[in-house]
């Protein structure tokens, strides 16, 4: 039986012909049977429609016995508006799936984690428009359908949590903020200056919490701005050197990121 | 006798032609004495020299007993990889004096509040190079001289602090974090996107020590850049819509920026 992948957007508005790439691939398959919620279309301001048709959208999926997989059509900005609203008397329904996206999908995915609900780092279906997006969105497809180990990333330990940098220090503090204790953390980040990430590195490492974790590795960072003068390191010396001062172990590299290279993290147990 | 002000750089290197105009105004008033620490020039990547450096030269000043105020050079970023240090083992000098710069400073200034030393928002010797910024330098001048209270921001209700919003966001959770509750808590931000100031506000405003403040109020939010598609509401509803979810009192805009109206914000009492 084929297995039934609900698409919502809680951040930014899904392009069109993303939307059909990701079902020309899916319908190609014959695996899977993609199910894109109008609400990807809508447009308000930054946003995928106001905060509460991406909140209406998202309940109702999730209160869907129906769907075995909600899909996060894309980043962005503005998961974090409705994540609370969103884990609030949670239908049973709700915790016989799991929730698969990255970047600011990552509000949602810490407080998913927090509610014991099973949240996924990975690709998204406006990765479809990326040159070579179509492996990165079967990378997706394939943890879905198949639990392909092939698609994770390939030094995991689990528990294992991903994050976006910036999106992980916008949540410490919160009711979204998930125990780190134990965990194999990815971050990656995207479009951020190197003092940025110097300066986010310095709020995340202070965290209690964020020094549980028992390693913290680092993905890749894109598009990086350039600084004027140069800053002086590289994001691998800069993420190290907050660990060593912070007594946190660095791992090194992990093979996340915003690119079709993107692999899966399932939070929590790999064979979830 | 002439007040005494040293001025060293936590954070970026000090232009050259800010130090020659800033130190003109003050001979042309002769009421005050400015030391610009050759630390000020100094240049390693991003900052004014490593951060050895610039620990070392804002050590000095803090625990010289014949500086009456110290003055940051500049912002940009780096005063949060040495305030801690810099906070360590206090001389006694370090508490008779003012320490007044903003933006970056934000990460001193919170640890000097929450030792019990005076810290104070205003104006600093880069504005120098500002277009009309001598008005701006006087202003700091005639606060550090005369305690001049048309230089405060007119609104103020004591207890008031004064932060750049990121600043704020970045330092919440660390060691720096200053008790807010009665605080008439002033921000403002520069060059950030409208969804990066809805996010750090979100962060900002989940912080129970941040709910604990008089009120919030929002001062400029200089060069914006574009967002596309347009975010849909301007900093002002953002900052407003942020305080009506987490019970915050908003008490309407402040006279500070990244600019050269930007007023002298006393933390704690008006007559430090």
């Given at each position: 039986?084929?297995?039934?992948?609900?698409?919502v957007?809680?951040?930014?508005?899904?392009?069109?012909?993303?939307?059909?790439?990701?079902?020309?691939?899916?319908?190609?398959?014959?695996d899977?049977?993609?199910?894109?919620?109008?609400?990807?279309?809508?447009?308000?301001?930054?946003?995928?429609?106001?905060?509460?048709?991406?909140?209406?959208?998202?309940?109702?999926?999730?209160?869907d016995p129906?769907?075995?997989?909600?899909?996060?059509?894309?980043?962005?900005?503005?998961?974090?508006?409705i994540a609370?609203?969103?884990?609030?008397?949670?239908?049973?329904?709700?915790?016989d799936?799991?929730?698969?996206?990255?970047?600011?999908?990552?509000?949602?995915?810490?407080?998913?984690?927090?509610?014991g609900?099973?949240?996924?780092?990975?690709?998204?279906?406006?990765?479809a428009?990326?040159?070579?997006?179509?492996?990165?969105?079967?990378?997706?497809?394939?943890?879905?359908?198949?639990?392909?180990?092939?698609?994770?990333?390939?030094?995991?330990?689990?528990?294992?949590?991903?994050?976006?940098?910036?999106?992980l220090?916008?949540?410490?503090?919160?009711?979204?903020?998930?125990?780190?204790?134990?965990?194999?953390?990815?971050?990656?980040?995207?479009?951020?200056?190197h003092?940025r990430i110097?300066?986010?590195?310095?709020?995340?490492?202070a965290?209690p919490?964020?020094?549980?974790?028992?390693?913290?590795?680092?993905?890749?960072?894109?598009?990086?701005?350039?600084?004027?003068?140069?800053?002086?390191?590289?994001?691998?010396?800069?993420?190290?050197?907050?660990?060593?001062?912070s007594?946190?172990?660095?791992?090194?590299?992990?093979?996340?990121?915003?690119?079709?290279?993107?692999?899966v993290?399932?939070?929590?147990?790999?064979?979830?």
């Amino acid at each position: 039986m084929a297995v039934k992948i609900a698409v919502v957007a809680p951040s930014c508005t899904l392009k069109r012909e993303a939307a059909e790439a990701v079902l020309a691939i899916a319908d190609d398959r014959g695996d899977c049977e993609l199910a894109i919620h109008p609400q990807c279309f809508l447009e308000d301001g930054h946003f995928a429609g106001p905060d509460s048709a991406r909140l209406e959208a998202l309940r109702e999926v999730m209160a869907d016995p129906a769907v075995d997989a909600v899909w996060f059509a894309r980043g962005g900005y503005g998961s974090n508006r409705i994540a609370e609203a969103a884990l609030t008397d949670l239908p049973s329904a709700a915790r016989d799936k799991v929730y698969l996206g990255y970047s600011d999908a990552g509000f949602l995915h810490a407080g998913l984690q927090k509610a014991g609900l099973s949240a996924v780092w990975g690709p998204m279906p406006q990765d479809a428009v990326r040159q070579g997006g179509e492996a990165a969105v079967s990378r997706a497809l394939d943890w879905f359908v198949k639990r392909d180990s092939s698609a994770l990333e390939p030094s995991l330990q689990m528990p294992a949590m991903a994050f976006n940098l910036t999106v992980l220090g916008s949540l410490l503090g919160t009711v979204l903020e998930p125990d780190l204790a134990g965990v194999d953390l990815l971050i990656e980040d995207v479009s951020e200056h190197h003092y940025r990430i110097d300066r986010t590195m310095f709020h995340l490492t202070a965290s209690p919490n964020v020094r549980k974790v028992a390693r913290l590795r680092l993905g890749r960072v894109g598009d990086i701005p350039s600084n004027d003068p140069d800053f002086g390191r590289d994001e691998s010396a800069i993420v190290e050197e907050w660990c060593v001062r912070s007594g946190i172990p660095y791992g090194g590299r992990a093979d996340i990121g915003h690119d079709v290279d993107n692999r899966v993290v399932p939070f929590g147990a790999a064979d979830r």
